[in-house]
């Protein structure tokens, strides 16, 4: 069944195609009050689900999530496909310390897009946003780890980045906004003074820890 793909003469959808067949016990098409397939089902689908991604149509287009949605004869839906392949694909490649440590010099690139496009990108990396203009989470990882890394530096010109200087190296692939939330997630944070990592109440003071000074 995980195996079943659409042909000339046979079944459309997979809901046909399993229409067709006699399910085991605890394995069934019927849903529940709330629209949700049995765990049996469930496990079918998604197998049948996940062994779609990276595939290509008929016509030779890859797979798409709506495409899979459709073809299951709405045995799942385009969230649910998402979630599927994300279990099952390979990790992102991490970001490449000649990315990480780009900074402009000499006579080459003055963005870090323009560098990243003389850079041969591994799949699942790209400078292609979405519909929505956001980049993919592998562009993204990449733009991210560059960003942290200029935290706390200076410019050709000695002074420190800021944001907005960040958001125009990077060609614009990531906002002033987000640069602060890259930043903060960077910061380290101050070490616990000894006398909160050693407070223990007493008899004359706080009961509690949060009642210390």
Known sequence: MAHWRPGEDGPATLRAYLETLELPDGVSLDTDKKGALGLG???????????????TTPD????????VAALSGNLTTKPTVGNYWREVAPPLPPP??????WRPGGDGPVTLRAYLETVELPDRVSLDPDKKGRLGL??????????????????????????????TLSGNLIIKSTVGRYWREAAPLPE???????????EDGPATLQGSP
Do not use: F, I, N, S
């Open 96 to 101: 490449p310390d000649h990315v990480v440590h």
């Open 138 to 167: 592998g562009m993204a990882a990449w733009v991210k780890a560059w960003a942290q890394g200029l935290r706390g530096e200076t410019t050709p010109y000695g002074h420190p980045y800021t944001q907005g200087a960040v958001v």
């Open 60 to 67: 030779g287009h890859p797979y798409t999530l709506d495409a």
């Open 41 to 55: 089902m469930a496990a079918w689908v998604k197998a049948w689900a996940q062994g779609l991604r990276g595939e």
């Open 192 to 202: 616990p003074p000894d006398h909160v990592a050693h407070w223990r109440p007493g």
